[in-house]
């Protein structure tokens, strides 16, 4: 069993910055990649931004030059840096891993999700 932890979502005025993290534990073998989802009211969960294993990365072209994410591999932990934030990265932000816990099984793993919002 994995278990994902976030933090650091919060109220921010736009133009400001939030740095969010999600945590591994449990029976974690190895990470093959790690990122962030977000779901806004009444839209579909999409993409933010993803790490792979091997360090290369993906974001979604709204939060380009915006959003960094990073990792921690010793601490099983990921990053979501935002900056310069916008009334519509109001969302709840969702840590995702897919995570090998077995020498053949590979699964993905949300957290709980913590919510950003971006207003004046």
């Known amino acids: 069993q994995v278990q994902l932890v976030e933090s650091g979502g919060g109220l921010v005025q736009p133009g400001g910055s939030l740095s969010l993290s999600c945590t591994a534990s449990g029976s974690v073998f190895s990470i093959y990649s790690m990122g962030w989802h977000r779901q806004a009211p009444g839209k579909q969960r999409e993409l933010v931004a993803r790490i792979t294993s091997g360090g290369s990365t993906n974001y979604a072209d709204d939060v380009k030059g915006r959003f960094t994410i990073s990792r921690d591999s010793a601490k099983d932990t990921v990053y979501l840096q935002m900056n310069s934030l916008k009334p519509e990265d109001t969302a709840v932000y969702y840590c995702?891993?897919?995570?090998?816990?077995?020498?053949?099984?590979?699964?993905?793993?949300w957290g709980q999700g913590t919510q950003v919002t971006v207003s004046s």
């Open positions: 995702k891993m897919s995570v090998r816990t077995g020498a053949w099984q590979v699964s993905d793993f």
